[in-house]
């Protein structure tokens, strides 16, 4: 089992990142430190896809003189997912780091506990 685990190391560092940042997200009340284990989280998919596209052996596939043998490249669609991915994951956490500001402006703490309480007084 260990064996294995070592030589799928890509995809055990993965979901090492996957799972620390899934507990910063859980765990912390901190508006930023979420933010923080979010953006882990997104980096350990980009880990796996990426691993997952590679093949030893294998060239970019980048054809310069004619047509070859398509077994002789990786994959390109992990790679475009991980891009994409990566413009996604930027966007969200900018949205999310101005949210974040606001709320701080408004109810000068970026606790979550007490942003929801707080939240509950000015309703009443």
């Known amino acids: 089992m260990l064996s294995r685990l070592m030589t799928n190391y890509e995809e055990t560092a993965a979901v090492i990142l996957f799972c620390i940042g899934l507990s910063t997200l859980l765990f912390n009340r ?19 896809l990426a691993s997952q596209g590679y ?37 969200v956490s900018a949205l999310m780091m101005a949210l974040s500001i606001r709320l701080y402006h408004r109810y000068h703490t970026l606790d979550l506990d007490r942003i929801v309480a707080l939240a509950g007084k000015e309703e009443v």
């Not at 004619?66 to 996604?88: E, K, Q």
Request: hydrophobic share 55%; charged share 15%; glycine share 8%.
């Open 30 to 48: 901190n508006l930023i430190k979420k933010i923080i284990g979010m953006d882990i989280m997104d980096s350990s998919i980009f880990l796996f």
């Open 55 to 91: 093949v030893a052996g294998r060239k970019a596939p980048i054809i310069a003189e004619g047509a070859a043998n398509m077994d002789a490249y990786i994959n390109p669609i992990p790679a475009g997912l991980v891009l994409t991915g990566i413009v996604v994951a930027v966007s």
